[in-house]
Nanobody, 125 residues
């Protein structure tokens, strides 16, 4: 499985940005897909996850109500729409995939088998 993240950039507070992750090398519909982020000096944290079946979504508390994760099983992509961006959203954003992760462990980045290269998001105040 290969993941290619894109869409990062530099924006001002209050702006919007859309990240995309292209999936290849596996049966996309069988994978739970997630976005994590890591800011300098901080641990990697869950941003959003969309499950493989049913498409249930989960969000980290800091982004609830502002970010939306979607998946396109025909195009093999997962997108993260980020609205009302804040300076504290500044981080490297990583796309992740896993086939067997259970709901209670969705926030545990160490359990995801596949990772993209990361795309940097900088939000200035």
């Amino acid at each position: 499985v290969q993941l290619q993240a894109s869409g990062g950039g530099w924006v001002q507070a209050g702006d919007s940005l859309r990240l995309s992750c292209a999936f290849s090398g596996g049966a996309f519909s069988e994978y739970t897909m997630g976005w994590f982020r890591q800011a300098p000096g901080k641990d990697r944290e869950l941003v959003a996850v969309i499950k493989r079946r049913g498409g249930s979504t989960y969000y980290g508390d800091p982004v609830k109500g502002r970010f939306t994760i979607t998946r396109d099983n025909a195009q093999h992509t997962v997108n993260l729409q980020m609205n009302s961006l804040k300076p504290e959203d500044t981080a490297v954003y990583y796309c992740a995939a896993d086939r067997g992760i259970i709901t209670s462990s969705l926030y545990r980045s160490e359990l995801y088998d596949h990772w993209g290269q990361g795309t940097e998001v900088t939000v200035s105040s």
